[in-house]
């Protein structure tokens, strides 16, 4: 149980709401939203299953899936072009590199990619992904720790909210660049549009994300770790018509299942594959290792 915010040591840590038995707090001073106490390793071990970061293979749905994942992937490399253009050939890492489709499209485009995952079963997933190019090791972020330096482009997709300490987590990031290096994260932020509608009900609200993050909260965080020039992206995601109708069939809710179901039956199919762009409940950051820190 932490007595003082992890990001500015404010004591004022009221609680906003609860996730299942979790008290989630939000810093009086800083606005850094976090779980307090944080759950047990046995109790993460048991959400983080074999099946959590991976959809079934070979069925309709993992293929809507890898699409969309591969549309938002493409997405976000257009923006790391745009905000920090890099050589071909540069050395990109990805920490939580899931099935590897952000991989897979970094590597179509020149990077010279090594992903990180904590799955074993994903981790087989990429090394297939990829076909042969890049490397995927199994583990966490500390598997690379003797690449320090090395490195233009450190990605993290969904992940720094899982982490039990977003600062050293940072710092080890900021130590795998090299000298103008970026690190790019995307995650949930409760100054989204779906954050301040759903309230308690936002759908990010889970047990095993430890922090929640906002545009000004993850800017002090990425300056705590070093970093500086950090700039703020809309966190959009691709998704098809196709996606959101397997979510719901996965999920089902009275009313809204058999109206997609009815809708997907009357659409034309590249009406429904088609991916495109939606803005829900996520931030992006992306920040550079300054040349020398004072
Ligand atoms: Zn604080």
Redesign the pocket.
Known sequence: MLSA?P??G?RALPRVTTVGTHPVVR?R??R?QFTNPQPTDAALAEIYGPDYVLAADGTAAADIITRAKRATADHYLDLIARVAPMAPGTRLIEIGCGAGNFLRQAARRGFDVTGVEYSPFACDRARATLGGTGRVLQGEIDEVASEGGRYGVCVMCDVIEHVRDPAVFLRKAFNLLQTGGVVFIATPSIDSWSARLLGRRWMELKAEHLFYFSRRTITRQLEAAGFAASTLHPGVKKLSFDYINAHFEKYPVTGITPALRLLRALLPVPWCVRPFSVVASGLIAVARKPAESA
Request: glycine share 12%; charged share 0%.
């Open positions: 915010c990001l500015c404010g810093c001073s800083c850094l």
